[in-house]
């Protein structure tokens, strides 16, 4: 998101404008705190994790009355356009602004990567390279054990982030929301695994699976004498948030920043910028709401030809 935020101040910079940074996200918006931003005040921020102007969620945005308090902030400030950097929170939060009367552009940056109409958004790659890092490290300690390990990711709902790092990772299994699984399954899937001759199996759990890590374990353990073999879980939680961005989130994020300003002075606001097939493209905020964006086929084909 750093990236992002160096990429739209120097951007409106060039072209002349003074750029203000908003500080806690739609609570500070409602607030009004922010401070100006030059170009060295984002200086050196672009490899940093997270973002210098910090976030919160912001449930007042969600009412009429705070939609209304950030309107008229955005008025007192005499903004042109509103940049917000995010996900499917944020920019529900930005599409009910935009139906209001102000003039926003989304940049979609979310590691679970489920924007709808977006290929790739800003951090799901980092987030990704996170959780394979992970992956390598646990399976020295699975294939010395000859156990099954559990790794459960996030993504909210969504099992975009856990199908990547199934196949990135070389696991033998992946437990993905928008696929149930019962645990009987599961637990066939891993002794095929065993049966080909493999002396251990890791398996990717996305959170929001109708089975859990936690889940799965429990039914695993009541079941243990029966199935034949031994589980551990790893969950990764917020792990998965922090450190310092690839560098190709670097270059994705300051594309879609210097895109996001260029859009607003030129093509209007009231869209989400993300990259599909290598471009940058804009997506309505009112034409987005209510859809899911499904997993891609072609990664799950994937997946399952490279996992047996």
Known sequence: ???????????????????????????????????????????????????????????????PAGCLAATREVERMGLDGLMVIGGNGSQNGAAALAAAGVPVVGIASTIDNDICGVEQSIGAVTALDTV??????????AAATRRV??????????????????????????????????PEALAAEILD????????AIVIVAEGASYNAAALAKY???????????????VLGHVQRGGPPVASDRLLASRLGVAAVEHLVEKGHGVVLGITHDEVTALAHQDLKGLRKPLDPGRLELFDLLAR
């Open 220 to 234: 695993f353990h009541d079941h243990r004498q029966r199935l034949g073999f031994e589980l551990r879980i790893t």
């Open 1 to 63: 998101m750093n990236a992002a935020v160096r990429a739209v101040v120097r951007a409106g910079i060039a072209r002349g404008y003074e750029v203000l940074g908003i500080e806690q996200g739609f609570t500070g918006l409602i607030e009004g705190r922010y401070r100006a931003l030059g170009r060295r005040d984002v200086g050196g921020i672009i490899a940093q994790g997270g973002t210098v102007l910090g976030t919160t969620r912001c449930e007042r945005l969600r009412t």
């Open 149 to 182: 390990f559990l790794v459960e990711v996030m993504g909210r709902d969504t099992g975009h982030l856990a199908l990547a790092a199934g196949v990135a990772g070389g696991a033998e299994a992946v437990v993905l929301p928008e696929i149930p699984i019962e």
């Open 193 to 200: 695994c065993y049966e080909r001759g493999k002396s251990h």
């Open 132 to 141: 394979c890092q992970a992956v390598d490290r646990l399976r020295v300690t």
